[in-house]
Nanobody, 119 residues
Framework: QVHVVESGGGLVQAGGSLRLSCEASGDTFTIRAMGWYRQAPGKQRELVAHITSDGTTNYPDDSVKGRFTISRDNAKMDLQMNSLKPEDTAVYYC??????????????WGQGTQVTVSA
């Protein structure tokens, strides 16, 4: 199994920066991809940034392109967030996709870390 834990959230003023970290443990060699999701009050959880084992990154949300950078070093994944805006306020979740065999696929979620950006 794979477990993930986030850290690094907090309160920051608009225009500021925060760095979120996610530490994976357990069978980390089975991880095929990791990602950061966020969920704002009253909204659905959405994918913010994604990184595969070969380092390919994807930012489906156009609003974060050029401001957020995802990176990964073995079992640790970071999200550098710059030029933060009040609309970035949300609970941010770490996600790991792992495959213990070619026929199995699982996801693990962290407990979430609150990011609040004040105007």
């Amino acid at each position: 199994q794979v477990h993930v834990v986030e850290s690094g959230g907090g309160l920051v003023q608009a225009g500021g920066s925060l760095r979120l970290s996610c530490e994976a443990s357990g069978d980390t060699f089975t991880i095929r991809a990791m990602g950061w999701y966020r969920q704002a009050p009253g909204k659905q959880r959405e994918l913010v940034a994604h990184i595969t084992s070969d380092g390919t990154t994807n930012y489906p949300d156009d609003s974060v392109k050029g401001r957020f950078t995802i990176s990964r070093d073995n079992a640790k994944m970071d999200l550098q967030m710059n030029s933060l805006k009040p609309e970035d306020t949300a609970v941010y979740y770490c996600n790991a996709e792992w495959r213990p065999s070619p026929y199995e696929k699982y996801e693990s979620w962290g407990q979430g870390t609150q990011v609040t950006v004040s105007a």
